[in-house]
């Protein structure tokens, strides 16, 4: 493990996760456990051997763990408890980056299931009436539905439950409204998010 040779928290948690892809496999992680064909699917950029250079190097740090699953004979991957703390910086870092999605993906690679992560971090941090009844997420590709737990926002595949409203937007709008950095009527307002449903859920979610 390369060391920066400096006595100071910040210098060792770079030494785990500091080289490039290493928190971007925490965050596959963070969202549910994942094979290592999930993973590839999941890092578009990444190559196989690097990503299992990267495994190997998380796992023999303890952030991370290799477990059986099914009859036993397929290999999960799954964060250890002290691996799922990097929850709370990963999404300090996610509400940071609110000015970097402004300029919307440019052509960077999306996949749908990363808003699961990124859009209860925003809310999470500015939004404290949480309404009782889940809100779907249409982005144009599998339908998600937000909901408020006990103990914050999760964003989640549908489920079936009943759904009070469902927002039609890009995901760089979505982002945008959970940020607070674009206003819930200004994206009405230029035609870029559709409401159906009950919009005052949406807006106790997205205009707080």
Same mark, same amino acid.
């Given at each position: 493990?390369?060391?920066?040779?400096?006595?100071?928290?910040?210098?060792?948690?770079?030494?785990?996760?500091?080289?490039?892809?290493n928190l971007l496999i925490v965050r596959q992680l963070l969202m549910a456990p994942a094979r290592y064909r999930d993973l590839i699917?999941?890092?578009?950029?990444?190559?196989?051997?690097?990503?299992?250079?990267?495994?190997?190097?998380?796992?023999?740090?303890?952030?991370? !763990?290799?477990? $059986?699953?099914?009859?036993?004979?397929?290999?999960?991957?799954?964060?250890?408890?002290?691996?799922?703390?990097?929850? !709370?910086?990963?999404?300090?870092?996610?509400?940071?980056?609110?000015?970097?999605?402004?300029?919307?993906?440019?052509?960077?690679?999306?996949?749908? !299931?990363?808003?699961?992560?990124?859009?209860?971090?925003?809310?999470?941090?500015?939004?404290?009436?949480?309404?009782?009844?889940?809100?779907?997420?249409?982005?144009?590709?599998?339908? $998600?539905?937000?909901?408020?737990?006990?103990?914050?926002?999760?964003?989640?595949?549908?489920?079936?439950?009943? $759904?009070?409203?469902?927002?039609?937007?890009?995901?760089?709008?979505?982002?945008?409204?959970?940020?607070?950095?674009?206003?819930?009527?200004?994206?009405?307002?230029?035609?870029?998010?559709?409401?159906?449903?009950?919009?005052?859920?949406?807006?106790?979610?997205?205009?707080?």
């Amino acid at each position: 493990m390369r060391s920066y040779g400096q006595y100071c928290g910040l210098a060792r948690s770079l030494e785990v996760v500091g080289d490039r892809w290493n928190l971007l496999i925490v965050r596959q992680l963070l969202m549910a456990p994942a094979r290592y064909r999930d993973l590839i699917d999941g890092l578009p950029g990444i190559a196989t051997n690097l990503l299992a250079d990267r495994l190997r190097d998380l796992e023999s740090a303890g952030v991370l !763990e290799r477990r $059986l699953t099914g009859a036993g004979s397929v290999v999960e991957y799954a964060l250890t408890p002290w691996g799922a703390e990097l929850r !709370e910086p990963i999404e300090g870092l996610i509400r940071w980056s609110t000015p970097l999605m402004v300029r919307g993906p440019e052509g960077d690679a999306f996949r749908p !299931e990363w808003l699961a992560l990124a859009v209860p971090a925003l809310l999470d941090a500015r939004v404290d009436v949480r309404p009782s009844t889940a809100i779907g997420l249409d982005i144009g590709g599998s339908p $998600l539905q937000l909901r408020a737990t006990p103990t914050g926002f999760e964003v989640t595949a549908q489920d079936g439950r009943e $759904l009070a409203a469902t927002v039609r937007a890009e995901p760089a709008c979505i982002l945008g409204l959970a940020a607070g950095a674009l206003p819930l009527g200004d994206a009405r307002a230029l035609g870029l998010i559709e409401i159906e449903g009950d919009e005052s859920v949406v807006r106790t979610v997205f205009a707080a």
